[in-house]
């Protein structure tokens, strides 16, 4: 009976390998925190209403995917001769949301999800309420990768914070500036282990091998004077 058992968990491990369709955005080059970026010129803030930033997760494999969104709280974009060159905005953890469309199993529930995501399994959102990204650098982009946002003529770097653990990240953006507005659009794929987010109490334990450490992020923000 073992044998056997040891022989599905292979089989499942060999299709979830081959199966990672879903993940459609570039992973992100991460290094340790870097200096950020000096606010200078003109200081646009972000406009919370129309920004946020959208989340996708998988199990192994890029199999049964989830996604939803995270409300932008507050922030700025920083605009010198037409240029973006500083920022950052801070994601209010709370506001996690789960797309029904994504939980088709029938004894699954979009709220439950949500709750899970929220306790201390994940996000830990009662000890870290909030995350933030702040721009440390901005430089053009010379050739957007294949599987990068459409339009990308940037290369951001930033302080990505979650968890309570801040890692700089690298990938290439939609950047457009004008008179009275910037806007900033990227997809990009993260490793949830780099910032310490695990569910289960070890990497050997069944609940933690069955789960994706690729997390998707897509940022869409706004600012305005």
Known sequence: MKKLSVIALVGIGLLAASCNKDK??????????????????????????????NWKAFHKGGMAPRWGTLNVKSGDLSIEGGQLTAG?????????????????????????????????????????????FKITSVADLKEAPADAIAGANKT?????????????????????????SA???AKFTVN????????GTSESDPAEWMISKDIEIAVDVKAKK
Do not use: C, Y
Not at 29 to 47: H, I, Y
Not at 96 to 111: G, L, R, Y
């Open 24 to 53: 459609s955005a570039q992973t992100a080059a991460t290094a340790t925190e870097q200096k950020v970026a000096e606010s200078k010129g003109e200081v646009l803030p972000v406009d919370v209403a129309t920004s946020v930033v």
């Open 88 to 132: 950052n905005f801070v994601i209010d953890m709370n506001s996690i949301k789960v797309d029904p469309a994504s939980v088709t199993e029938k004894d699954k529930k979009p709220a439950d999800l949500e709750a899970h995501l929220k306790n201390q399994d994940f996000f830990n959102v009662e000890k870290n309420p909030v995350s933030d």
């Open 156 to 180: 951001v770097s930033g302080n990505l914070t979650l968890l309570g653990k801040t890692m700089n990240v690298t990938f290439p953006a939609k950047v457009d500036v004008t008179d009275n």
């Open 183 to 185: 806007a900033v659009n």
């Open 192 to 199: 949830r282990a780099d910032w310490g987010i695990k569910f």
